[in-house]
Each structure stands twice: as C-alpha cells, then as structure tokens.
C-alpha cells in the first residue's frame, strides 16, 4: 500500500472515529445534561437564602462603613483583608435586600466557567490542537459540574453568600490568574491581571495560599530545571508572569499572616495535644476515604468519562504530533496527597476539631483535575477498544441525566419550601418588630430542610450566635429561638 493510501485509510478512519465518538448526538446528551444542570443552579440560586454571618456582616458594615469594617476585622478577627473587603462592598450595598443576593452564587459560577473554559481554551492552542468552541466549552461545563458534586458540602461552599469570597472566589481567582500566566499576548494587562488575581487569592485563604504557594515553588523548580543557564529562565515571558504571580501572592500571604486579630482568634484555640491532633487527623483521613469518596463515586462516572471520550479523540486527531503532558498523572497524585496533608494538618492542628466542610472544597477541586486529568489519559492511551468505549460513554450520559433529573425535582420540592418557610420567617419578625416595644423572647417553628443549601435555621439558645446574629441583621428589639424539632 502506498504512502498516499495510507494517508488516506488513516484519515478515513479518523473521521469515521470522530462522528461515532464526538458525533452530534452524543455532543447534543452532553449539552442536555449541562443545562440540567444550570436549571438546577438556577433553582438553588434562587431559593438560596441569607443565613448565620451573612447577617453580622450586614451589621458590621452598616455600623462601621465598608473600609473601616475591613481594619476593625482585620484588628480584632481575622486577616483575610480582600475577602473581607469584597463582603463588606457586596453587603453594605445589598444589605437585606434578598432578591439581589441571587445573582452572587449564579455571578460565581459563571466566573467559574469561563475561567475553566479560558484555561482549556490556552493549553488547547498550546499543544497545537484544532477543537470546535462547542465542544471546549461542554467540557468546561462538564469540569465545573463535577466540581459541584465533588463538593463535599455544597450548601456551605456555594449558597452561602459570605463564604464565597474566601473560598470558591479564591478559586476562581487562581484560575484567572493561571489563565493570565499562560496569555502569551497583551503583556501589560495580563501583568496587571496576574497581580490583582494573586493580591486577592494571598488575602483570602491561609490554608488556600499555602497550598497555592506550594504548587507555585514547584512549578517554578520545573521550569528552572528545565533551562540550561538560569538567565534564559527571565527570557520567557511565562516565567517572568509565574515569578510576579508567586510574589504577589507571597506578600498578600504575609499581610493576612501579620493580623492582629489573628492572635485574639489563636487565643481562643486550645493548645496544641498531639493525641487530640492524630486523633481528628485520621478522623478527617477515615472521613475523605470511607465516607465521602464512595458517595462521589456515581458522580465520577457520570461527568468524568466523557474526558476518556476527548482524550481518545485527541489521540486520533494527531497523526503524528505526540502529546507531552505537562504534569504527570504521578505528579498529581502527589499533589493531591500533598494538598490533603496541609488542610487536615492545619484544621487538625490549630482548631483541633473537623473543621468547616468550606475549607475542604480546595480538595474537591484538585479532586476534580486529578479524575478529568486520568480519565483524559486513559482516554488518550486507548485502554479502551471503541466498541467498550462506545458502551461506556452512553452509560455514563444517560448516568448523568438520571441524576441531574433527580436532583432537579428532589431539589425543586425541598428548597422551595424551605424557602418559603424562610422568607414566612422573616415577613413576620419585621413585622413583629414594629409591634414590640420592650425586651421579649418570641418562639418561632423550626425551618424545613434547606437541601443543597445552607440552612438559615437558628438554636433555641438565644445566645447562639446564629440567634445573635439573626437579631442584629434586623435590628429586632427581642430575643428568638427556634423551637426544637418533634422527633
């Protein structure tokens, strides 16, 4: 056979791989179970409600105004200055307005996705491969949504208004910063990008900054190691970005260290017992590993096979360009392990406790790159015949609209109600604090179940914060409980 025929045998067999695997239908399930999703979120956002800290906010704000409420945080609680900052803006202007509170988990995921999409978008032309917009931005969908349900709670890390900014924002500001790192044009203003993003994401999160800070020093080992003379290292315009990138984020890092509030909060923590310590440590290890992960399971093969479809698709478009993939599969396995080990040591160590569920959404999120990265692999290295392959991919769709049509009704019922019953709640209070006119304590029916989202149910302590800050929210002038729940 000639070399002519060959050629031509081996794209007629691309082609007839690139309409059986990446054909319209499949692509058309895809965008089915995406915007089941969005109407899922769309749901969520709109049933989402204020809660807990989101009223001491509004109250701190209005007392204090928005920059002044930032240092007398940043005094007496806590460092996390640009986090603090975007919550004292967004509160001090919506304050109780609920219906504009909507918008900002909705804001947050669109800023997600297109940070995902701008990601994929840069590495794709980098690595010299041809994909439709389409397709790129239905993977972008299908990362973001994985992400969500890897989410180990979702209600705290996405509906909760004023833990956005510390934590899924702090995210979804590495990620545009990473985007502005690997932006080869327009110099200047993804220099300015660059720093803004790691400004915000160093005085959002210590625990996030120093797992940042870590894959920072070792992004830029590899990249020394990878240049003869350290000199020719500047010459790129990467590295120049990647080392503005690090310092940034090491400075903002260091101005959220130096709080002084952060010692009044660290006095407050019980010292240091190495038992205690072990003991939540493997706590949190047992919890990751035998709770969590097998309830993730079904959500990894729903949305993480279609990236064994692209990787196989990637491997037959390239006839003779090899892929070199810039990390290792054992690399991010390191990683993974590495970034585990900081959150459950410093939870573990400083707290002594579980900690906040908020806090491990970074692990959620490097859980996420870790299974699209090894299902695109195995994608890519064909350990899949295609007619295995073809089985595979439509279980795992029709797996995907199951449970996004689950969630969808089972969240629907149960968020709107909750909602209701919040919004019942509130009308009344407001309405009673017009009437009350000396110090009382008022009885109030317990909330439903919130669902997805972050409940906004207080104790039948009046001296819960949860209580407290109900009260200051809405300026009420009694005491409320929530009365406790019939078994």
């Not at 965008?31 to 989101?54: E, G, N």
């Not at 690399?331 to 400083?350: E, R």
Request: net charge positive.
């Amino acid at each position: 056979m000639n070399a002519t025929k060959k050629v031509s045998l081996h794209r007629g067999t691309f082609f007839l791989f690139n309409f059986v695997f990446m054909s319209k239908r499949y692509i058309f399930l895809l965008y089915t179970a995406f915007l089941l999703f969005v109407f899922l979120f769309l749901i969520l956002c709109f049933h989402s409600r204020l809660a807990t800290d989101d009223y001491y906010t509004i109250w701190s704000v209005k007392d204090n105004g928005i920059l002044n409420n930032v240092k007398v945080i940043y005094d007496n609680w806590l460092g996390r200055f640009t986090a603090v900052f975007f919550n004292s803006v967004i509160f001090g202007l919506l304050k109780t307005n609920q219906p504009y509170y909507y918008f900002l988990p909705l804001f947050s995921y669109l800023l997600l996705l297109i940070s995902v999409f701008l990601i994929f978008r840069e590495l794709k032309q980098k690595m010299f491969y041809e994909l439709k917009t389409q397709t790129l931005f239905i993977f972008s969908g299908l990362f973001t949504i994985l992400f969500f349900f890897l989410t180990f709670d979702i209600g705290e890390s996405w509906f909760w208004y004023c833990s956005l900014s510390s934590y899924l924002l702090s995210i979804i500001a590495f990620l545009f910063g990473l985007f502005f790192i690997l932006k080869s044009n327009k110099y200047i203003l993804t220099f300015i990008g660059t720093m803004i993003c790691f400004l915000y994401v160093g005085g959002a999160s210590e625990v996030y900054s120093s797992i940042f800070i870590t894959l920072f020093l070792v992004a830029i080992f590899y990249r020394i190691k990878k240049r003869s003379e350290f000199r020719q290292f500047f010459k790129s315009r990467i590295n120049q970005k990647l080392m503005i990138a690090f310092f940034t984020l090491i400075l903002s890092f260091i101005i959220t260290l130096s709080s002084p509030g952060n010692l009044m909060k660290e006095a407050l923590n019980p010292d240091f017992d190495f038992p205690v310590f072990l003991y939540y440590f493997l706590r949190m290890t047992g919890k990751l590993l035998f709770w969590f992960f097998p309830q993730k399971i079904l959500y990894i093969i729903a949305f993480a096979v279609p990236f064994i479809v692209l990787g196989n698709y990637f491997k037959n478009r390239s006839f003779n360009f090899r892929i070199k993939f810039a990390v290792e599969f054992k690399f991010l396995t390191i990683v993974l392990l590495a970034a585990i080990l900081i959150v459950f040591i410093s939870i573990a160590g400083l707290i002594q406790q579980s900690g906040e569920y908020r806090v491990w959404t970074i692990l959620s999120f490097l859980l996420t790159i870790y299974f699209c990265y090894l299902f695109f692999n195995i994608g890519y290295k064909q350990v899949f015949k295609e007619n295995k392959l073809l089985k595979i991919k439509y279980i795992s769709v029709v797996l995907s609209l199951i449970i996004l049509s689950y969630h969808l009704i089972n969240q629907y019922t149960l968020t709107k109600h909750y909602a209701n019953a919040v919004d019942e709640r509130i009308n009344y209070l407001v309405s009673l604090n017009q009437r009350i006119t000396k110090d009382t304590l008022v009885s109030l029916t317990p909330l439903p179940k919130s669902g997805m989202l972050y409940s906004a149910e207080i104790s039948a302590d009046t001296t819960h914060f949860t209580n407290m800050e109900l009260r200051m929210g809405y300026n009420l002038k009694y005491h409320v409980i929530s009365e406790k729940k019939k078994q």
